[in-house]
């Protein structure tokens, strides 16, 4: 039996501040049409795609910060990738910044979807682990704002039926977290995508910033043979405003292995055919779950944090 899937990753070079949606959604174009003529169904685009990295600055101005972020989606700019996905008949994974209004409350996500072949939106994922800090610290060379500008997401790790398997999604500091992936292969996830923007150095620990890329290849590769799903990593890359980011996109299969991968950082695809029935060398031998898992030896996971 195989289940064949043909999947991209959609690496992005950098974004500059001054670039518009329309132009980056122009570069998000070219690179389905490179894909539709490998017969890509799946294209996965990085952690906030439409913009800019925006958290690495501090906007006192909420209008500064809403400026980054979506109000609908589709929108006038983003339209023509879902008029894309049906033309070429292929899905998309999208990360954007999310502005939802609910009453009289506006609340800021940092969101992916999944888009299906004709163009509809079938899958929403909203970040969980937001990385960085809330306050202005004048001490870094840049500042990574995500807990200021987002909430953490409220839609959990779920999975969706499409491309003739059960996607999964989650956005960049996410892949750190094992218990991503866990939740996601508990729910059957077969192929999980991953945008991010990673910065090559880390202000904290600058002692690791040449571990970046391990780091990064590491947890993948780590979730994805752990719990027997392909995993699709997409980099926002290369110098942006001054700051470095890690590229390295890649495609790696259930038993962890690296098939595909960028060689540059910029505008680049990735592409592999998957065969989703793979799931199942792990799933069904060293970690089927059901056969081998002891959850009554893990509640310290799942009881709330100490105060
Ligand atoms: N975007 C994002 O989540 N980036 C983080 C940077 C390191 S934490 C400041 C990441 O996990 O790659």
């Not at 953490?152 to 999604?169: E, P, R």
């Amino acid at each position: 039996m195989s289940r064949p899937l043909k999947i991209a990753a959609a690496q992005l070079g950098p974004i500059a501040r001054e670039e518009t949606r329309t132009e980056v959604v122009a570069r998000c174009l070219k690179l389905m049409e490179e894909a539709h003529a490998l017969g890509v169904e799946l294209i996965a685009f990085p952690e906030l795609a439409l913009t800019t990295f925006f958290p690495r600055w501090y906007f006192e101005d909420q209008a500064d910060i809403d400026s980054f972020f979506e109000t609908e989606m589709p929108s006038a700019e983003t339209q023509s990738l879902f008029d894309a996905a049906k033309k070429y008949q292929m899905g998309f994974y999208l990360g954007y910044a999310e502005l939802v209004k609910e009453g009289d409350t506006t609340r800021h996500f940092n969101t992916t979807i999944i888009v299906d072949k004709t163009g509809e939106i079938v899958g929403k994922y909203r970040k969980v682990h937001l990385p960085g800090h809330s306050e202005y610290e004048d001490w870094r060379p840049f500042q990574h704002l995500e807990r200021r500008y987002f909430e953490s997401g409220d839609l959990g790790f779920q999975t969706f039926d499409a491309f003739g398997g059960k996607m999964g999604m989650c956005i960049c500091n996410d892949r750190r977290w094992p218990e991503t992936y866990r939740v996601l292969g508990l729910r059957d996830a077969e192929l999980v995508m991953i945008g991010y923007n990673t910065p090559v150095h880390y202000p904290q620990a600058p002692e690791h910033d040449h571990l970046q890329d391990f780091h990064n290849e590491l947890v993948m590769q780590a979730g994805a043979y752990q719990n027997g799903m392909w995993i699709v990593g997409v980099a926002k890359a290369g110098k942006e405003e001054g700051c470095d980011l890690i590229g390295g996109s890649c495609i790696i299969d259930p038993t962890g292995q690296i098939v595909a991968q960028a060689k540059t950082l910029e505008d680049e695809l990735v592409f592999f055919e998957a065969d989703l029935d793979r799931c199942d060398e792990i799933r069904k031998n060293v970690f089927n779950f059901q056969r081998y898992r002891e959850p009554e030896n893990y509640t310290p996971i799942t009881e709330p944090k100490k105060s």
